[in-house]
């Protein structure tokens, strides 16, 4: 069966189920849940803790012999599975099937995959095994619309009242990054315990602390939002971040557009190229509206002045750093004519 998050502490007020499978693409909600679950096993009896890391070559025979080799006087055990992506192979799928259809009331098997469960991986028998005998938890990101209102209930759960106002500063202060807002409401919880945080309190916690993910930065630029990416700029400068590692980001959303561009120049599909490319799903829209505005528009200046950039970083040219930097940003969010060429 399926467990929305909101729903996952109230699940647990019961008898947890033997297994669980946590999926998605935001890293502080897997922990969450991962620690309710835990939680809850220890209340259930469950006193020790086994993790497996799945990589490249993981011997799925030996965690089958050892899930099953379990002595009458053996501890009730948790049995943990971290996976990067739903896609466990053969041996693995077959293995988790069999922990699933064969529960045994001293284990709850609990697989965390940083990643969606695609329409792939939803279809597959191993994950069908979950929904018919476990719980499957899908962890969708939290929206910016969304982000004032998580904000406000992971306060109130810190002891802390926050005023609307200064959840929604914190959400733009954030940028959408979940954990520099959780290290933000700890700080504010460690010093303002029960007071009430109006916008003054949070620019004051945050002036010296605002944790911007490169990332996002690139996010910013295939939007277009000149203002926002100048802003995950000053931040990420602010922050003492290394300016080859914000160059490496920009450079790869150019290039990323230009090999896209060529692709489509030569007669390949959009959608194929993009999966060819590795491109997330949820980030294809975005890729998208980027190729629409640089339609009719080469991306070969762009590139040369990314590698004067990165000549620039490093001492071949002089200049300042962070100036070609957001000379670059500028020049990547120009306004361009929207053509609508790709679909």
Not at 95 to 110: N, S
Not at 137 to 159: F, H, K, Q
Not at 202 to 218: Q, T, Y
Not at 291 to 305: E, F, I, K, Q
Request: aromatic share 4%.
């Amino acid at each position: 069966m399926k467990v929305h998050l909101r729903q996952l502490a109230r699940h647990l007020e019961r008898a947890p189920s033997p297994a669980y499978l946590i999926a998605g693409e935001e890293p502080l909600l897997i922990d969450r849940a991962l620690e309710q679950i835990r939680a809850a096993a220890r209340r259930a009896g469950f006193t020790e803790r086994e993790l497996h890391v799945v990589e490249r070559n993981f011997r799925w025979a030996e965690l089958a012999a050892g899930a099953a080799n379990l002595s009458l006087f053996a501890a009730r055990r948790v049995l943990e599975l971290r996976m990067t992506a739903p896609r466990p192979g053969d041996d693995g799928a077959a293995c988790l099937r069999a922990l699933v259809e064969k529960p045994d009331p001293d284990r709850l098997l609990i697989v965390a995959v940083g990643a969606r469960l695609d329409a792939a991986a939803a279809r597959s028998i191993w994950v069908k095994s979950f929904d018919e005998h476990g719980v499957i938890i899908e962890v969708w990101p939290v929206e910016r619309a969304e982000l004032p209102g998580w904000i406000e209930a992971r306060a109130t759960s810190l002891d802390l009242k926050l005023t609307p106002e200064a959840a929604e500063l914190l959400a733009d202060r954030v940028e959408g990054n979940l954990l520099a807002a959780e290290q933000e409401l700890s700080k504010l919880a460690l010093t303002e315990p029960g007071r009430a945080i109006g916008e003054t309190e949070i620019l004051e916690a945050a002036a010296h602390s605002a944790r911007f993910d490169v990332f996002k930065l690139g996010d910013a630029l295939l939007d277009g939002d000149a203002g926002r990416a100048l802003r995950v700029l000053a931040g990420l400068r602010d922050e003492g971040v290394q300016p080859t590692l914000v160059a490496w980001e920009v450079s790869r959303g150019i290039s990323l557009l230009a090999r896209l561009q060529f692709a489509i120049a030569h007669g390949e599909n959009l959608d194929g190229a993009l999966a060819r490319l590795g491109v997330w799903r949820r980030r294809q829209p975005a890729v998208k509206q980027a190729l629409r505005r640089y339609a009719g528009r080469p991306l070969a200046p762009l590139l040369s002045r990314a590698a004067t950039v990165d000549a620039t970083l490093k001492g071949v040219i002089h200049g300042q750093p962070w100036e070609a930097l957001t000379g670059l940003v500028l020049a990547l969010v120009a306004p361009a004519a929207s053509m609508p060429l790709y679909s």
